[in-house]
């Protein structure tokens, strides 16, 4: 199957059965580049990532975290090439599992939207756990739970306003953001960074201040983290079906937002521990940014940095609130779950534009698991990478071969088929990284494997068997739907 007739046009095929009187299934092509620009890079949220998987790669792999980052780099290169020539022949709400579905088949598109599934509310739930500890740490006295749910809530309700509206919100917080991440920056140039040679040899201060070298399989796993930390940008693939001219834009907009988002991930971490060997004591807080700050320019200006990450992770979650939606609405057009709750899911408030009820699942789903805590969720997530990226890199390698990827009017990656076959070993490298980490890694890709088994259990036993089976909905040459 070949979507090369769908480079300027974007179709919605729509079950009878999704569109009732009160709305309809069909997202408002309202979005330039720079909207979903912006809201990809408010998903990716640079200054999560620093103070978030950063924090953790900084206090366990020491100075190695420069090198790490680097690597996290091109790997965000290679992330970001393959979901370009993929978001751009496949810019659908659904996002992977479309488009996996297209060209791996049916089985293999649905074992995507399962994990994808389980993975994006536990996600939310993190985002919002994650702002309640950034406020405690500004207001010691309010109660980090309560600030959790709050900020879901509120996030929730702004998610519900039209898309546009979402990308001018979140692009304001994300000029804050944006200026706390150039603050880090600038104080890791405070001093001329040490030599070289501190990034060659990883060290590590212990208990009493000694610096210690890393160990190989410490910086194994940090690479994986690293790398989570950096990659990003397929996120503007759920927005594709409000994006005008998705196959010609998307590709750019993927690009821009990955490489944009790992250079102001990694340059901040890179930085500072460049200059780990002159504030050694960072590496015992438990905010080691913050502590980092703190030390050069005072306790009020690591507190201010706290408050701006809180707004910053706020401003993740009303993002990744808005593409765990969008997700859901396709699960509903393609009739994942019984009718009535797919027609309910794949409903388009008419206003706004925004998939109401699936918003306030993912919402009422994403309260239950903050009360996991954010240890327990980690862990469960961590494997994503590794699965996103295969499938994704394998699904890029065999559409070129049948003209279902870069075709004319598509974003094509270079040197093909280098950089799918680099993702593809990428996804195997992290997968052995995980592999050798019991308490995080290991539990994680058997959780999200065992469930991978599961879906392809239930297409095969359940899916295959309905009248017609079943497929991911691909749009093939109906006019951009304008409200």
Not at 53 to 73: E, K, M, R
Not at 343 to 355: D, N
Not at 422 to 443: K, M, N, T, V
Request: proline share 5%; aromatic share 10%.
């Amino acid at each position: 199957m070949s979507l090369e007739q769908g480079a300027d046009t974007l179709a919605v095929e729509v079950p009878a059965a999704t569109v009732t009187a009160a709305g309809s299934s069909a997202l408002h092509r309202r979005l330039t580049a720079f909207d979903a620009l912006l809201l990809t890079l408010s998903c990716l949220s640079p200054a999560f990532s620093v103070y978030g998987p950063g924090s953790d790669v900084l206090q366990h792999a020491g100075t190695g975290a420069a090198l790490l980052f680097l690597v996290g780099i091109a790997a965000a290169a290679i992330w970001g090439i393959v979901y370009a020539e993929f978001g751009s022949a496949f810019p659908y709400a659904g996002g992977d599992y479309i488009g996996v579905g297209a060209v791996l088949g049916p089985a293999a598109g649905f074992a995507c939207l399962a994990v994808w599934a389980l993975f994006i509310v536990p996600i939310t739930a993190y985002l919002a756990i994650m702002v309640g500890v950034y406020v405690q740490e500004v207001i010691p006295a309010v109660s980090a739970q309560s600030v959790a749910f709050g900020s879901l809530a509120v996030a929730t309700g702004t998610a519900l306003l039209a898309v546009r509206t979402n990308a001018l919100l979140t692009g304001i917080f994300l000029a804050i953001e944006l200026l706390a991440v150039l603050a880090l920056i600038l104080a890791g140039l405070w001093h001329h960074p040490s030599s070289v040679a501190i990034l060659l040899h990883p060290r590590l201060p212990d208990g009493s201040g000694q610096w210690v070298p890393v160990a190989p399989t410490v910086m194994a796993m940090g690479a994986v983290s690293a790398a989570f930390a950096t990659v990003g940008g397929n996120q503007a693939i759920a927005f594709g079906e409000e994006l005008i001219d998705p196959h010609r834009k998307m590709g750019r907009v993927i690009i821009v937002a990955c490489l944009a988002g790992a250079l102001a991930t990694a340059l901040p971490v890179m930085l500072v521990a460049w200059n780990a060997e002159r504030y050694a004591a960072i590496f015992r807080s438990a905010a080691p940014f913050s502590a980092f700050v703190s030390t050069l320019a005072g306790p009020t200006a690591g507190r201010a940095l706290s408050a701006a990450v809180a707004l910053a992770v706020f401003n993740a979650l009303i993002a990744q609130l808005l593409f765990s939606a969008r997700l859901f609405f396709s699960f509903g057009r393609d009739g994942i779950f019984p009718s009535r709750i797919s027609a309910a899911l794949a409903k388009v408030h008419g206003a706004s534009g925004a998939p109401r009820v699936a918003t306030l699942v993912v919402a009422a789903g994403s309260v239950l698991c903050c009360l996991l805590g954010s240890h327990l969720i980690l862990v469960f997530v961590s494997g994503m990478v590794v699965y996103g990226l295969g499938f994704v890199s394998l699904a890029v390698l065999v559409g070129r071969l049948r003209g279902q990827t870069g075709g004319p009017g598509f974003w094509r990656s270079p040197c093909y088929p280098l950089v799918p076959v680099l993702g593809l070993a990428l996804a195997l490298a992290f997968a052995i990284a995980e592999w050798a980490d019991p308490e995080a890694g290991r539990p994680s890709l058997i959780a999200l494997g065992a469930l991978l088994l599961a879906a392809l259990a239930w297409y095969r036993f359940v899916l295959s068997r309905r009248p017609g089976g079943w497929a991911p909905r691909l749009q093939r040459s109906v006019s951009d739907m304008e409200c």
